[in-house]
Antibody, heavy 115, light 106 residues
Framework: EVQLVESGGGLVQPGGSLRLSCAAS????????MSWVRQAPGKGLEWVSA????????YYADSVKGRFTISRDNPQNTQYLQMDTLRAEDTAVYYC????????WGQGTLVTVSS | DIQMTQSPSSLSASVGDRVTLTCRAS??????LAWFQQKPGKAPKRLIY???TLESGVPLRFSGSGSGTEFTLTISSLQPEDFATYYC?????????FGQGTHLEI
């Protein structure tokens, strides 16, 4: 069964940085696009970013473009989301998802941006 | 960017009811649409992809239809475990976009 395990969330001050990780197992990681989706408290789902199988192409929502960077390490079956210049409105549960069409999801990691 | 609009935003129904949720795209997306179910405190779960293909293990009371700009998710006979929030997602281009969700309550 596909497993996606996020880590790296926590409390950070506005303007700070955080790096999320997503460890994948039970599928051939390098065969799939990988994505990040977030959900602010009490709000709906927001697609954040995606990365191609080889990592040579990346895609971002306008709300995070220029501040967030997605990357992946195929030998380590792990994808990352580097989040810089964080704002209060980035507070959310961040989910890792498999594929460009999000067929499997992790349990999420909470990022709180607050002073 | 493609915008996705779901209706209604919330819906009250009873066990055994047949309900239909709608999702509209701001431009044609073929059948590049998925439906997700989310229960409180849990990660979303994909129910349907390619507008009408049921994910393995999803009960047959769920069905999806549509193409282009208008899509529906139908639950033929609501069960207690179906009360949740439902989201559509287009995956036709980047950026992907979710609808704002339909909260289905008893």
């Amino acid at each position: 069964e596909v497993q996606l395990v996020e880590s790296g969330g926590g409390l950070v001050q506005p303007g700070g940085s955080l790096r999320l990780s997503c460890a994948a197992s039970a599928f051939t990681f390098s065969d799939y696009v990988m994505s990040w989706v977030r959900q602010a408290p009490g709000k709906g789902l927001e697609w954040v970013s995606a990365i191609s199988k080889s990592g040579d192409r990346t895609y971002y929502a306008d709300s995070v473009k220029g501040r967030f960077t997605i990357s992946r390490d195929n030998p380590q079956n792990t994808q990352y989301l580097q989040m810089d210049t964080l704002r209060a409105e980035d507070t959310a549960v961040y989910y890792c998802a498999k594929g460009g069409w999000l067929d499997s999801w992790g349990q999420g990691t909470l990022v709180t941006v607050s002073s | 960017d493609i915008q996705m609009t779901q209706s209604p935003s919330s819906l009250s129904a009873s066990v055994g009811d047949r309900v239909t949720l709608t999702c509209r795209a701001s431009q044609g997306i073929g059948i590049d649409l998925a439906w997700f179910q989310q229960k409180p405190g849990k990660a979303p779960k994909r129910l349907i992809y390619a507008a009408s293909t049921l994910e393995s293990g999803v009960p047959l009371r769920f069905s999806g239809s549509g193409s282009g700009t208008e899509f529906t998710l139908t639950i033929s006979s609501l069960q207690p475990e179906d009360f949740a929030t439902y989201y559509c997602l287009h995956y036709n281009t980047y950026p992907r976009t979710f609808g704002q969700g339909t909260h289905l309550e008893i």
